[in-house]
């Protein structure tokens, strides 16, 4: 919780469990306002942000089965979505918003470009408009 500063509209990640680097994520107003809800439902006496049963926090696959659960809820469980296709969806959307290539490597934590390459893809729609300007939708 220490790591969490929405009235600066961040969080520090101290260390990620793939590549072992820390960064400063930025949040949007959507964001700051969805977790303050959070913050006002979560037991005050975890130390996490988001936490599992017991003292530790949200693990991958806790989080995973959630995430399989509403997908059943919605009835698109077949359709072969996961966590991970939403950072990709993610990091897409942002690409195509305007974001940098170089912010965006950074906000996924890469150590290089190319692997933000693998994960961002213009849309025609993105191209067009980088090519000849502002493009009738």
């Not at 820390?22 to 949007?28: A, E, I, N, P, Q």
């Not at 969805?34 to 439902?41: T, V």
């Not at 809820?73 to 959307?93: D, N, V, W």
Request: aromatic residues 8%.
């Amino acid at each position: 919780m220490s790591d969490v500063h929405l009235e600066e509209r961040k969080i520090q990640l101290v260390v990620g469990e793939k590549n072992q680097t820390g960064r400063m994520v930025y949040l949007s107003a959507d964001a700051c306002q969805a977790l303050k809800i959070w913050m006002k439902r979560r037991d005050p006496d975890k130390a996490w942000l988001f936490y599992g049963q017991g003292q530790g926090p949200l693990t991958y696959t806790a989080a995973r089965v959630i995430f399989l659960r509403h997908l059943q809820r919605a009835g698109i469980a077949e359709k072969g979505y996961s966590l991970h296709a939403l950072r990709h969806t993610c990091a897409t959307e942002l690409l195509n918003a305007g974001m940098r290539l170089e912010c965006l490597q950074q906000l996924l934590g890469h150590s290089n470009v190319e692997q933000t390459r693998r994960y961002a893809r213009l849309t025609d729609k993105t191209r067009r408009r980088n090519t000849f300007g502002r493009w009738p939708d």
